[in-house]
């Protein structure tokens, strides 16, 4: 199988300019607000867990033409034809023209500030030691292009050190495509500026990720 | 934020131009709340709470709060150094997209930088919704290759001997920056302090305010 996300985009050659905005400004249009509340509603319903929400946004076609409420409702409407929950149809339509799909809960207006409260924290106990430590020199492995994954392709093949651990975490690698929670060991991987973009970068520019323990390999201490 | 005026006259530009195509999302959007009622997923009385809840009590004036309690209390700011959940969650903040909060300092020699280039992760129990420029293609692709020209984009520039770190938020960890202090805020009280933080700051693309500049209108 192949996957191909369009999310991609840290060290690409992106044009536009980035736009500041005041902090009073939430929403650019009426509907964005009712799109954020009905993606956080449906998600509630337990239907699909956050990472399955971002495989299904970051393989969205269209995903460079469309701004980001746009995003969430088309990959929420991907999300609920997946499931059979809604059907195309019936968007067209306005009103339901299939039978509903049982879903574990329904959130309630008296329950959304204890929802948002609790969240969905992602770490796990875990028995297994952790394979790397602190200070630690690693290599980010390559990513086989078949499945949603969270390490960027801009840190894919390049060298950094273990700066923190975290503790195990569910791996979105997997959870997003539904094959459980499987945690792993999360460790904060800092590169070079150098490392990523060459020797014209700032000797003082480093960039750091998160990576879970199967995206990395021990490298050979003092090696570069 | 000096910025406003002419941002401000740009926006209400573009919405007259958006306004045939708001039409139509509106009206998909208003066609799927139907359905999604009708199949009694959801509540639309919860869609109401959501949006009250990040229209009125979810923002960066929490996290102004935070940076402001860890700019006059040693103490906080050592909890927040070591367990920024807890610390924040003392404050009455955390949960969804706050649930593992990692606080980042700047001093005078280190500046923190915090993007999501795989999508739009952002600290919401602290910050509340990411600004557009935040989920852009643009900031997401340069942050983590020229941190310094987006920095000139929001009108910052720093000593060139600075050294940038720029977190990537490519798992549930979220960052907020603790912005540097001001000089001459001595004595002042947290909310004094809390009006110098900007979200802005609390990201990385602006510095705290000063005294002088809290003065003018923002």
Not at chain 1, 133 to 160: F, N
Not at chain 2, 20 to 48: N, Q
Not at chain 2, 94 to 105: C, D, L, N, S, Y
Request: aromatic share 8%.
């Amino acid at each position: 199988m192949s996957y191909h996300s369009h999310a991609d985009l840290g060290g690409q050659g992106a044009c536009g300019a980035i736009v500041p905005e005041p902090e009073d400004v939430l929403f650019h249009a009426a509907w964005e607000p009712r799109a954020l509340a009905l993606t956080l509603a449906m998600g509630a319903t337990g239907s699909w867990n956050l990472d399955a929400s971002r495989a299904a946004r970051e393989t969205l076609p269209d995903y460079a033409q469309l701004d980001y409420y746009r995003i969430w409702l088309a990959a929420l409407e991907k999300l609920m034809a997946e499931r059979g929950m809604v059907l195309p149809d019936e968007i067209a339509a306005g009103h339901a023209l299939h039978p509903p799909v049982p879903v574990a809960r329904v959130l309630q207006a008296a329950q959304v500030p204890g929802v948002l409260a609790k969240g969905s924290p992602t770490a796990r106990p875990t028995d297994a030691p952790a394979r790397f430590r602190v200070g630690q020199a690693v290599r980010m492995r390559r990513q086989d292009g078949t499945h949603h994954t969270r390490a960027p392709g801009y840190v894919q093949g390049r060298r950094g050190t273990i700066e923190s651990v975290h503790g195990a975490h569910i791996f979105a690698d997997n959870h997003a495509h539904g094959l459980g929670e499987s945690p792993q060991w999360l460790y904060t991987v800092v590169f070079e500026g150098r490392e990523l973009w060459g020797p014209a970068t700032d000797a003082g520019q480093r960039v750091s990720v998160d990576a879970w323990e199967s995206y990395l390999d021990a490298e050979p201490e003092g090696a570069a | 934020m000096t910025a406003h005026s002419p941002d401000h006259d740009d926006h209400e530009h573009e919405h007259e131009h958006e306004h045939s195509e708001l039409g139509e999302m509106d009206l998909r959007v208003r066609a799927l709340e139907s359905v999604l009622t009708e199949k009694g997923y959801i509540d639309p009385a919860a869609l109401d709470a959501l949006i009250d809840t990040y229209q009125t009590r979810i923002g960066p004036r929490n996290g102004a709060q935070v940076v402001a309690r860890a700019w006059a209390d040693a103490g906080f700011r050592d909890w927040l150094a070591r367990d920024a959940t807890a610390a924040i969650a003392s404050m009455g903040f955390g949960g969804r997209q706050g649930e593992h909060m990692q606080a980042v300092f700047n001093s005078a020699t280190q500046h923190h930088l915090v993007v999501c280039t795989l999508c739009s992760c952002y600290p919401w129990p602290v910050l509340g919704l990411p600004p557009v420029w935040y989920k852009s293609a643009p900031y997401r692709a340069r942050a983590v290759r020229d941190p310094r020209g987006v920095l000139a984009a929001f009108g910052v520039s720093l000593p060139a001997d600075t050294a940038i770190r720029v977190w990537d938020s490519t798992a549930e960890l979220r960052y907020l920056v603790i912005p540097q202090r001001p000089d001459g805020t001595e004595g002042w009280s947290e909310a004094q302090l809390a009006d110098l933080v900007s979200r802005d700051a609390m990201i990385g693309t602006a510095l705290a305010r000063s005294p002088a500049d809290a003065g003018a209108p923002s």
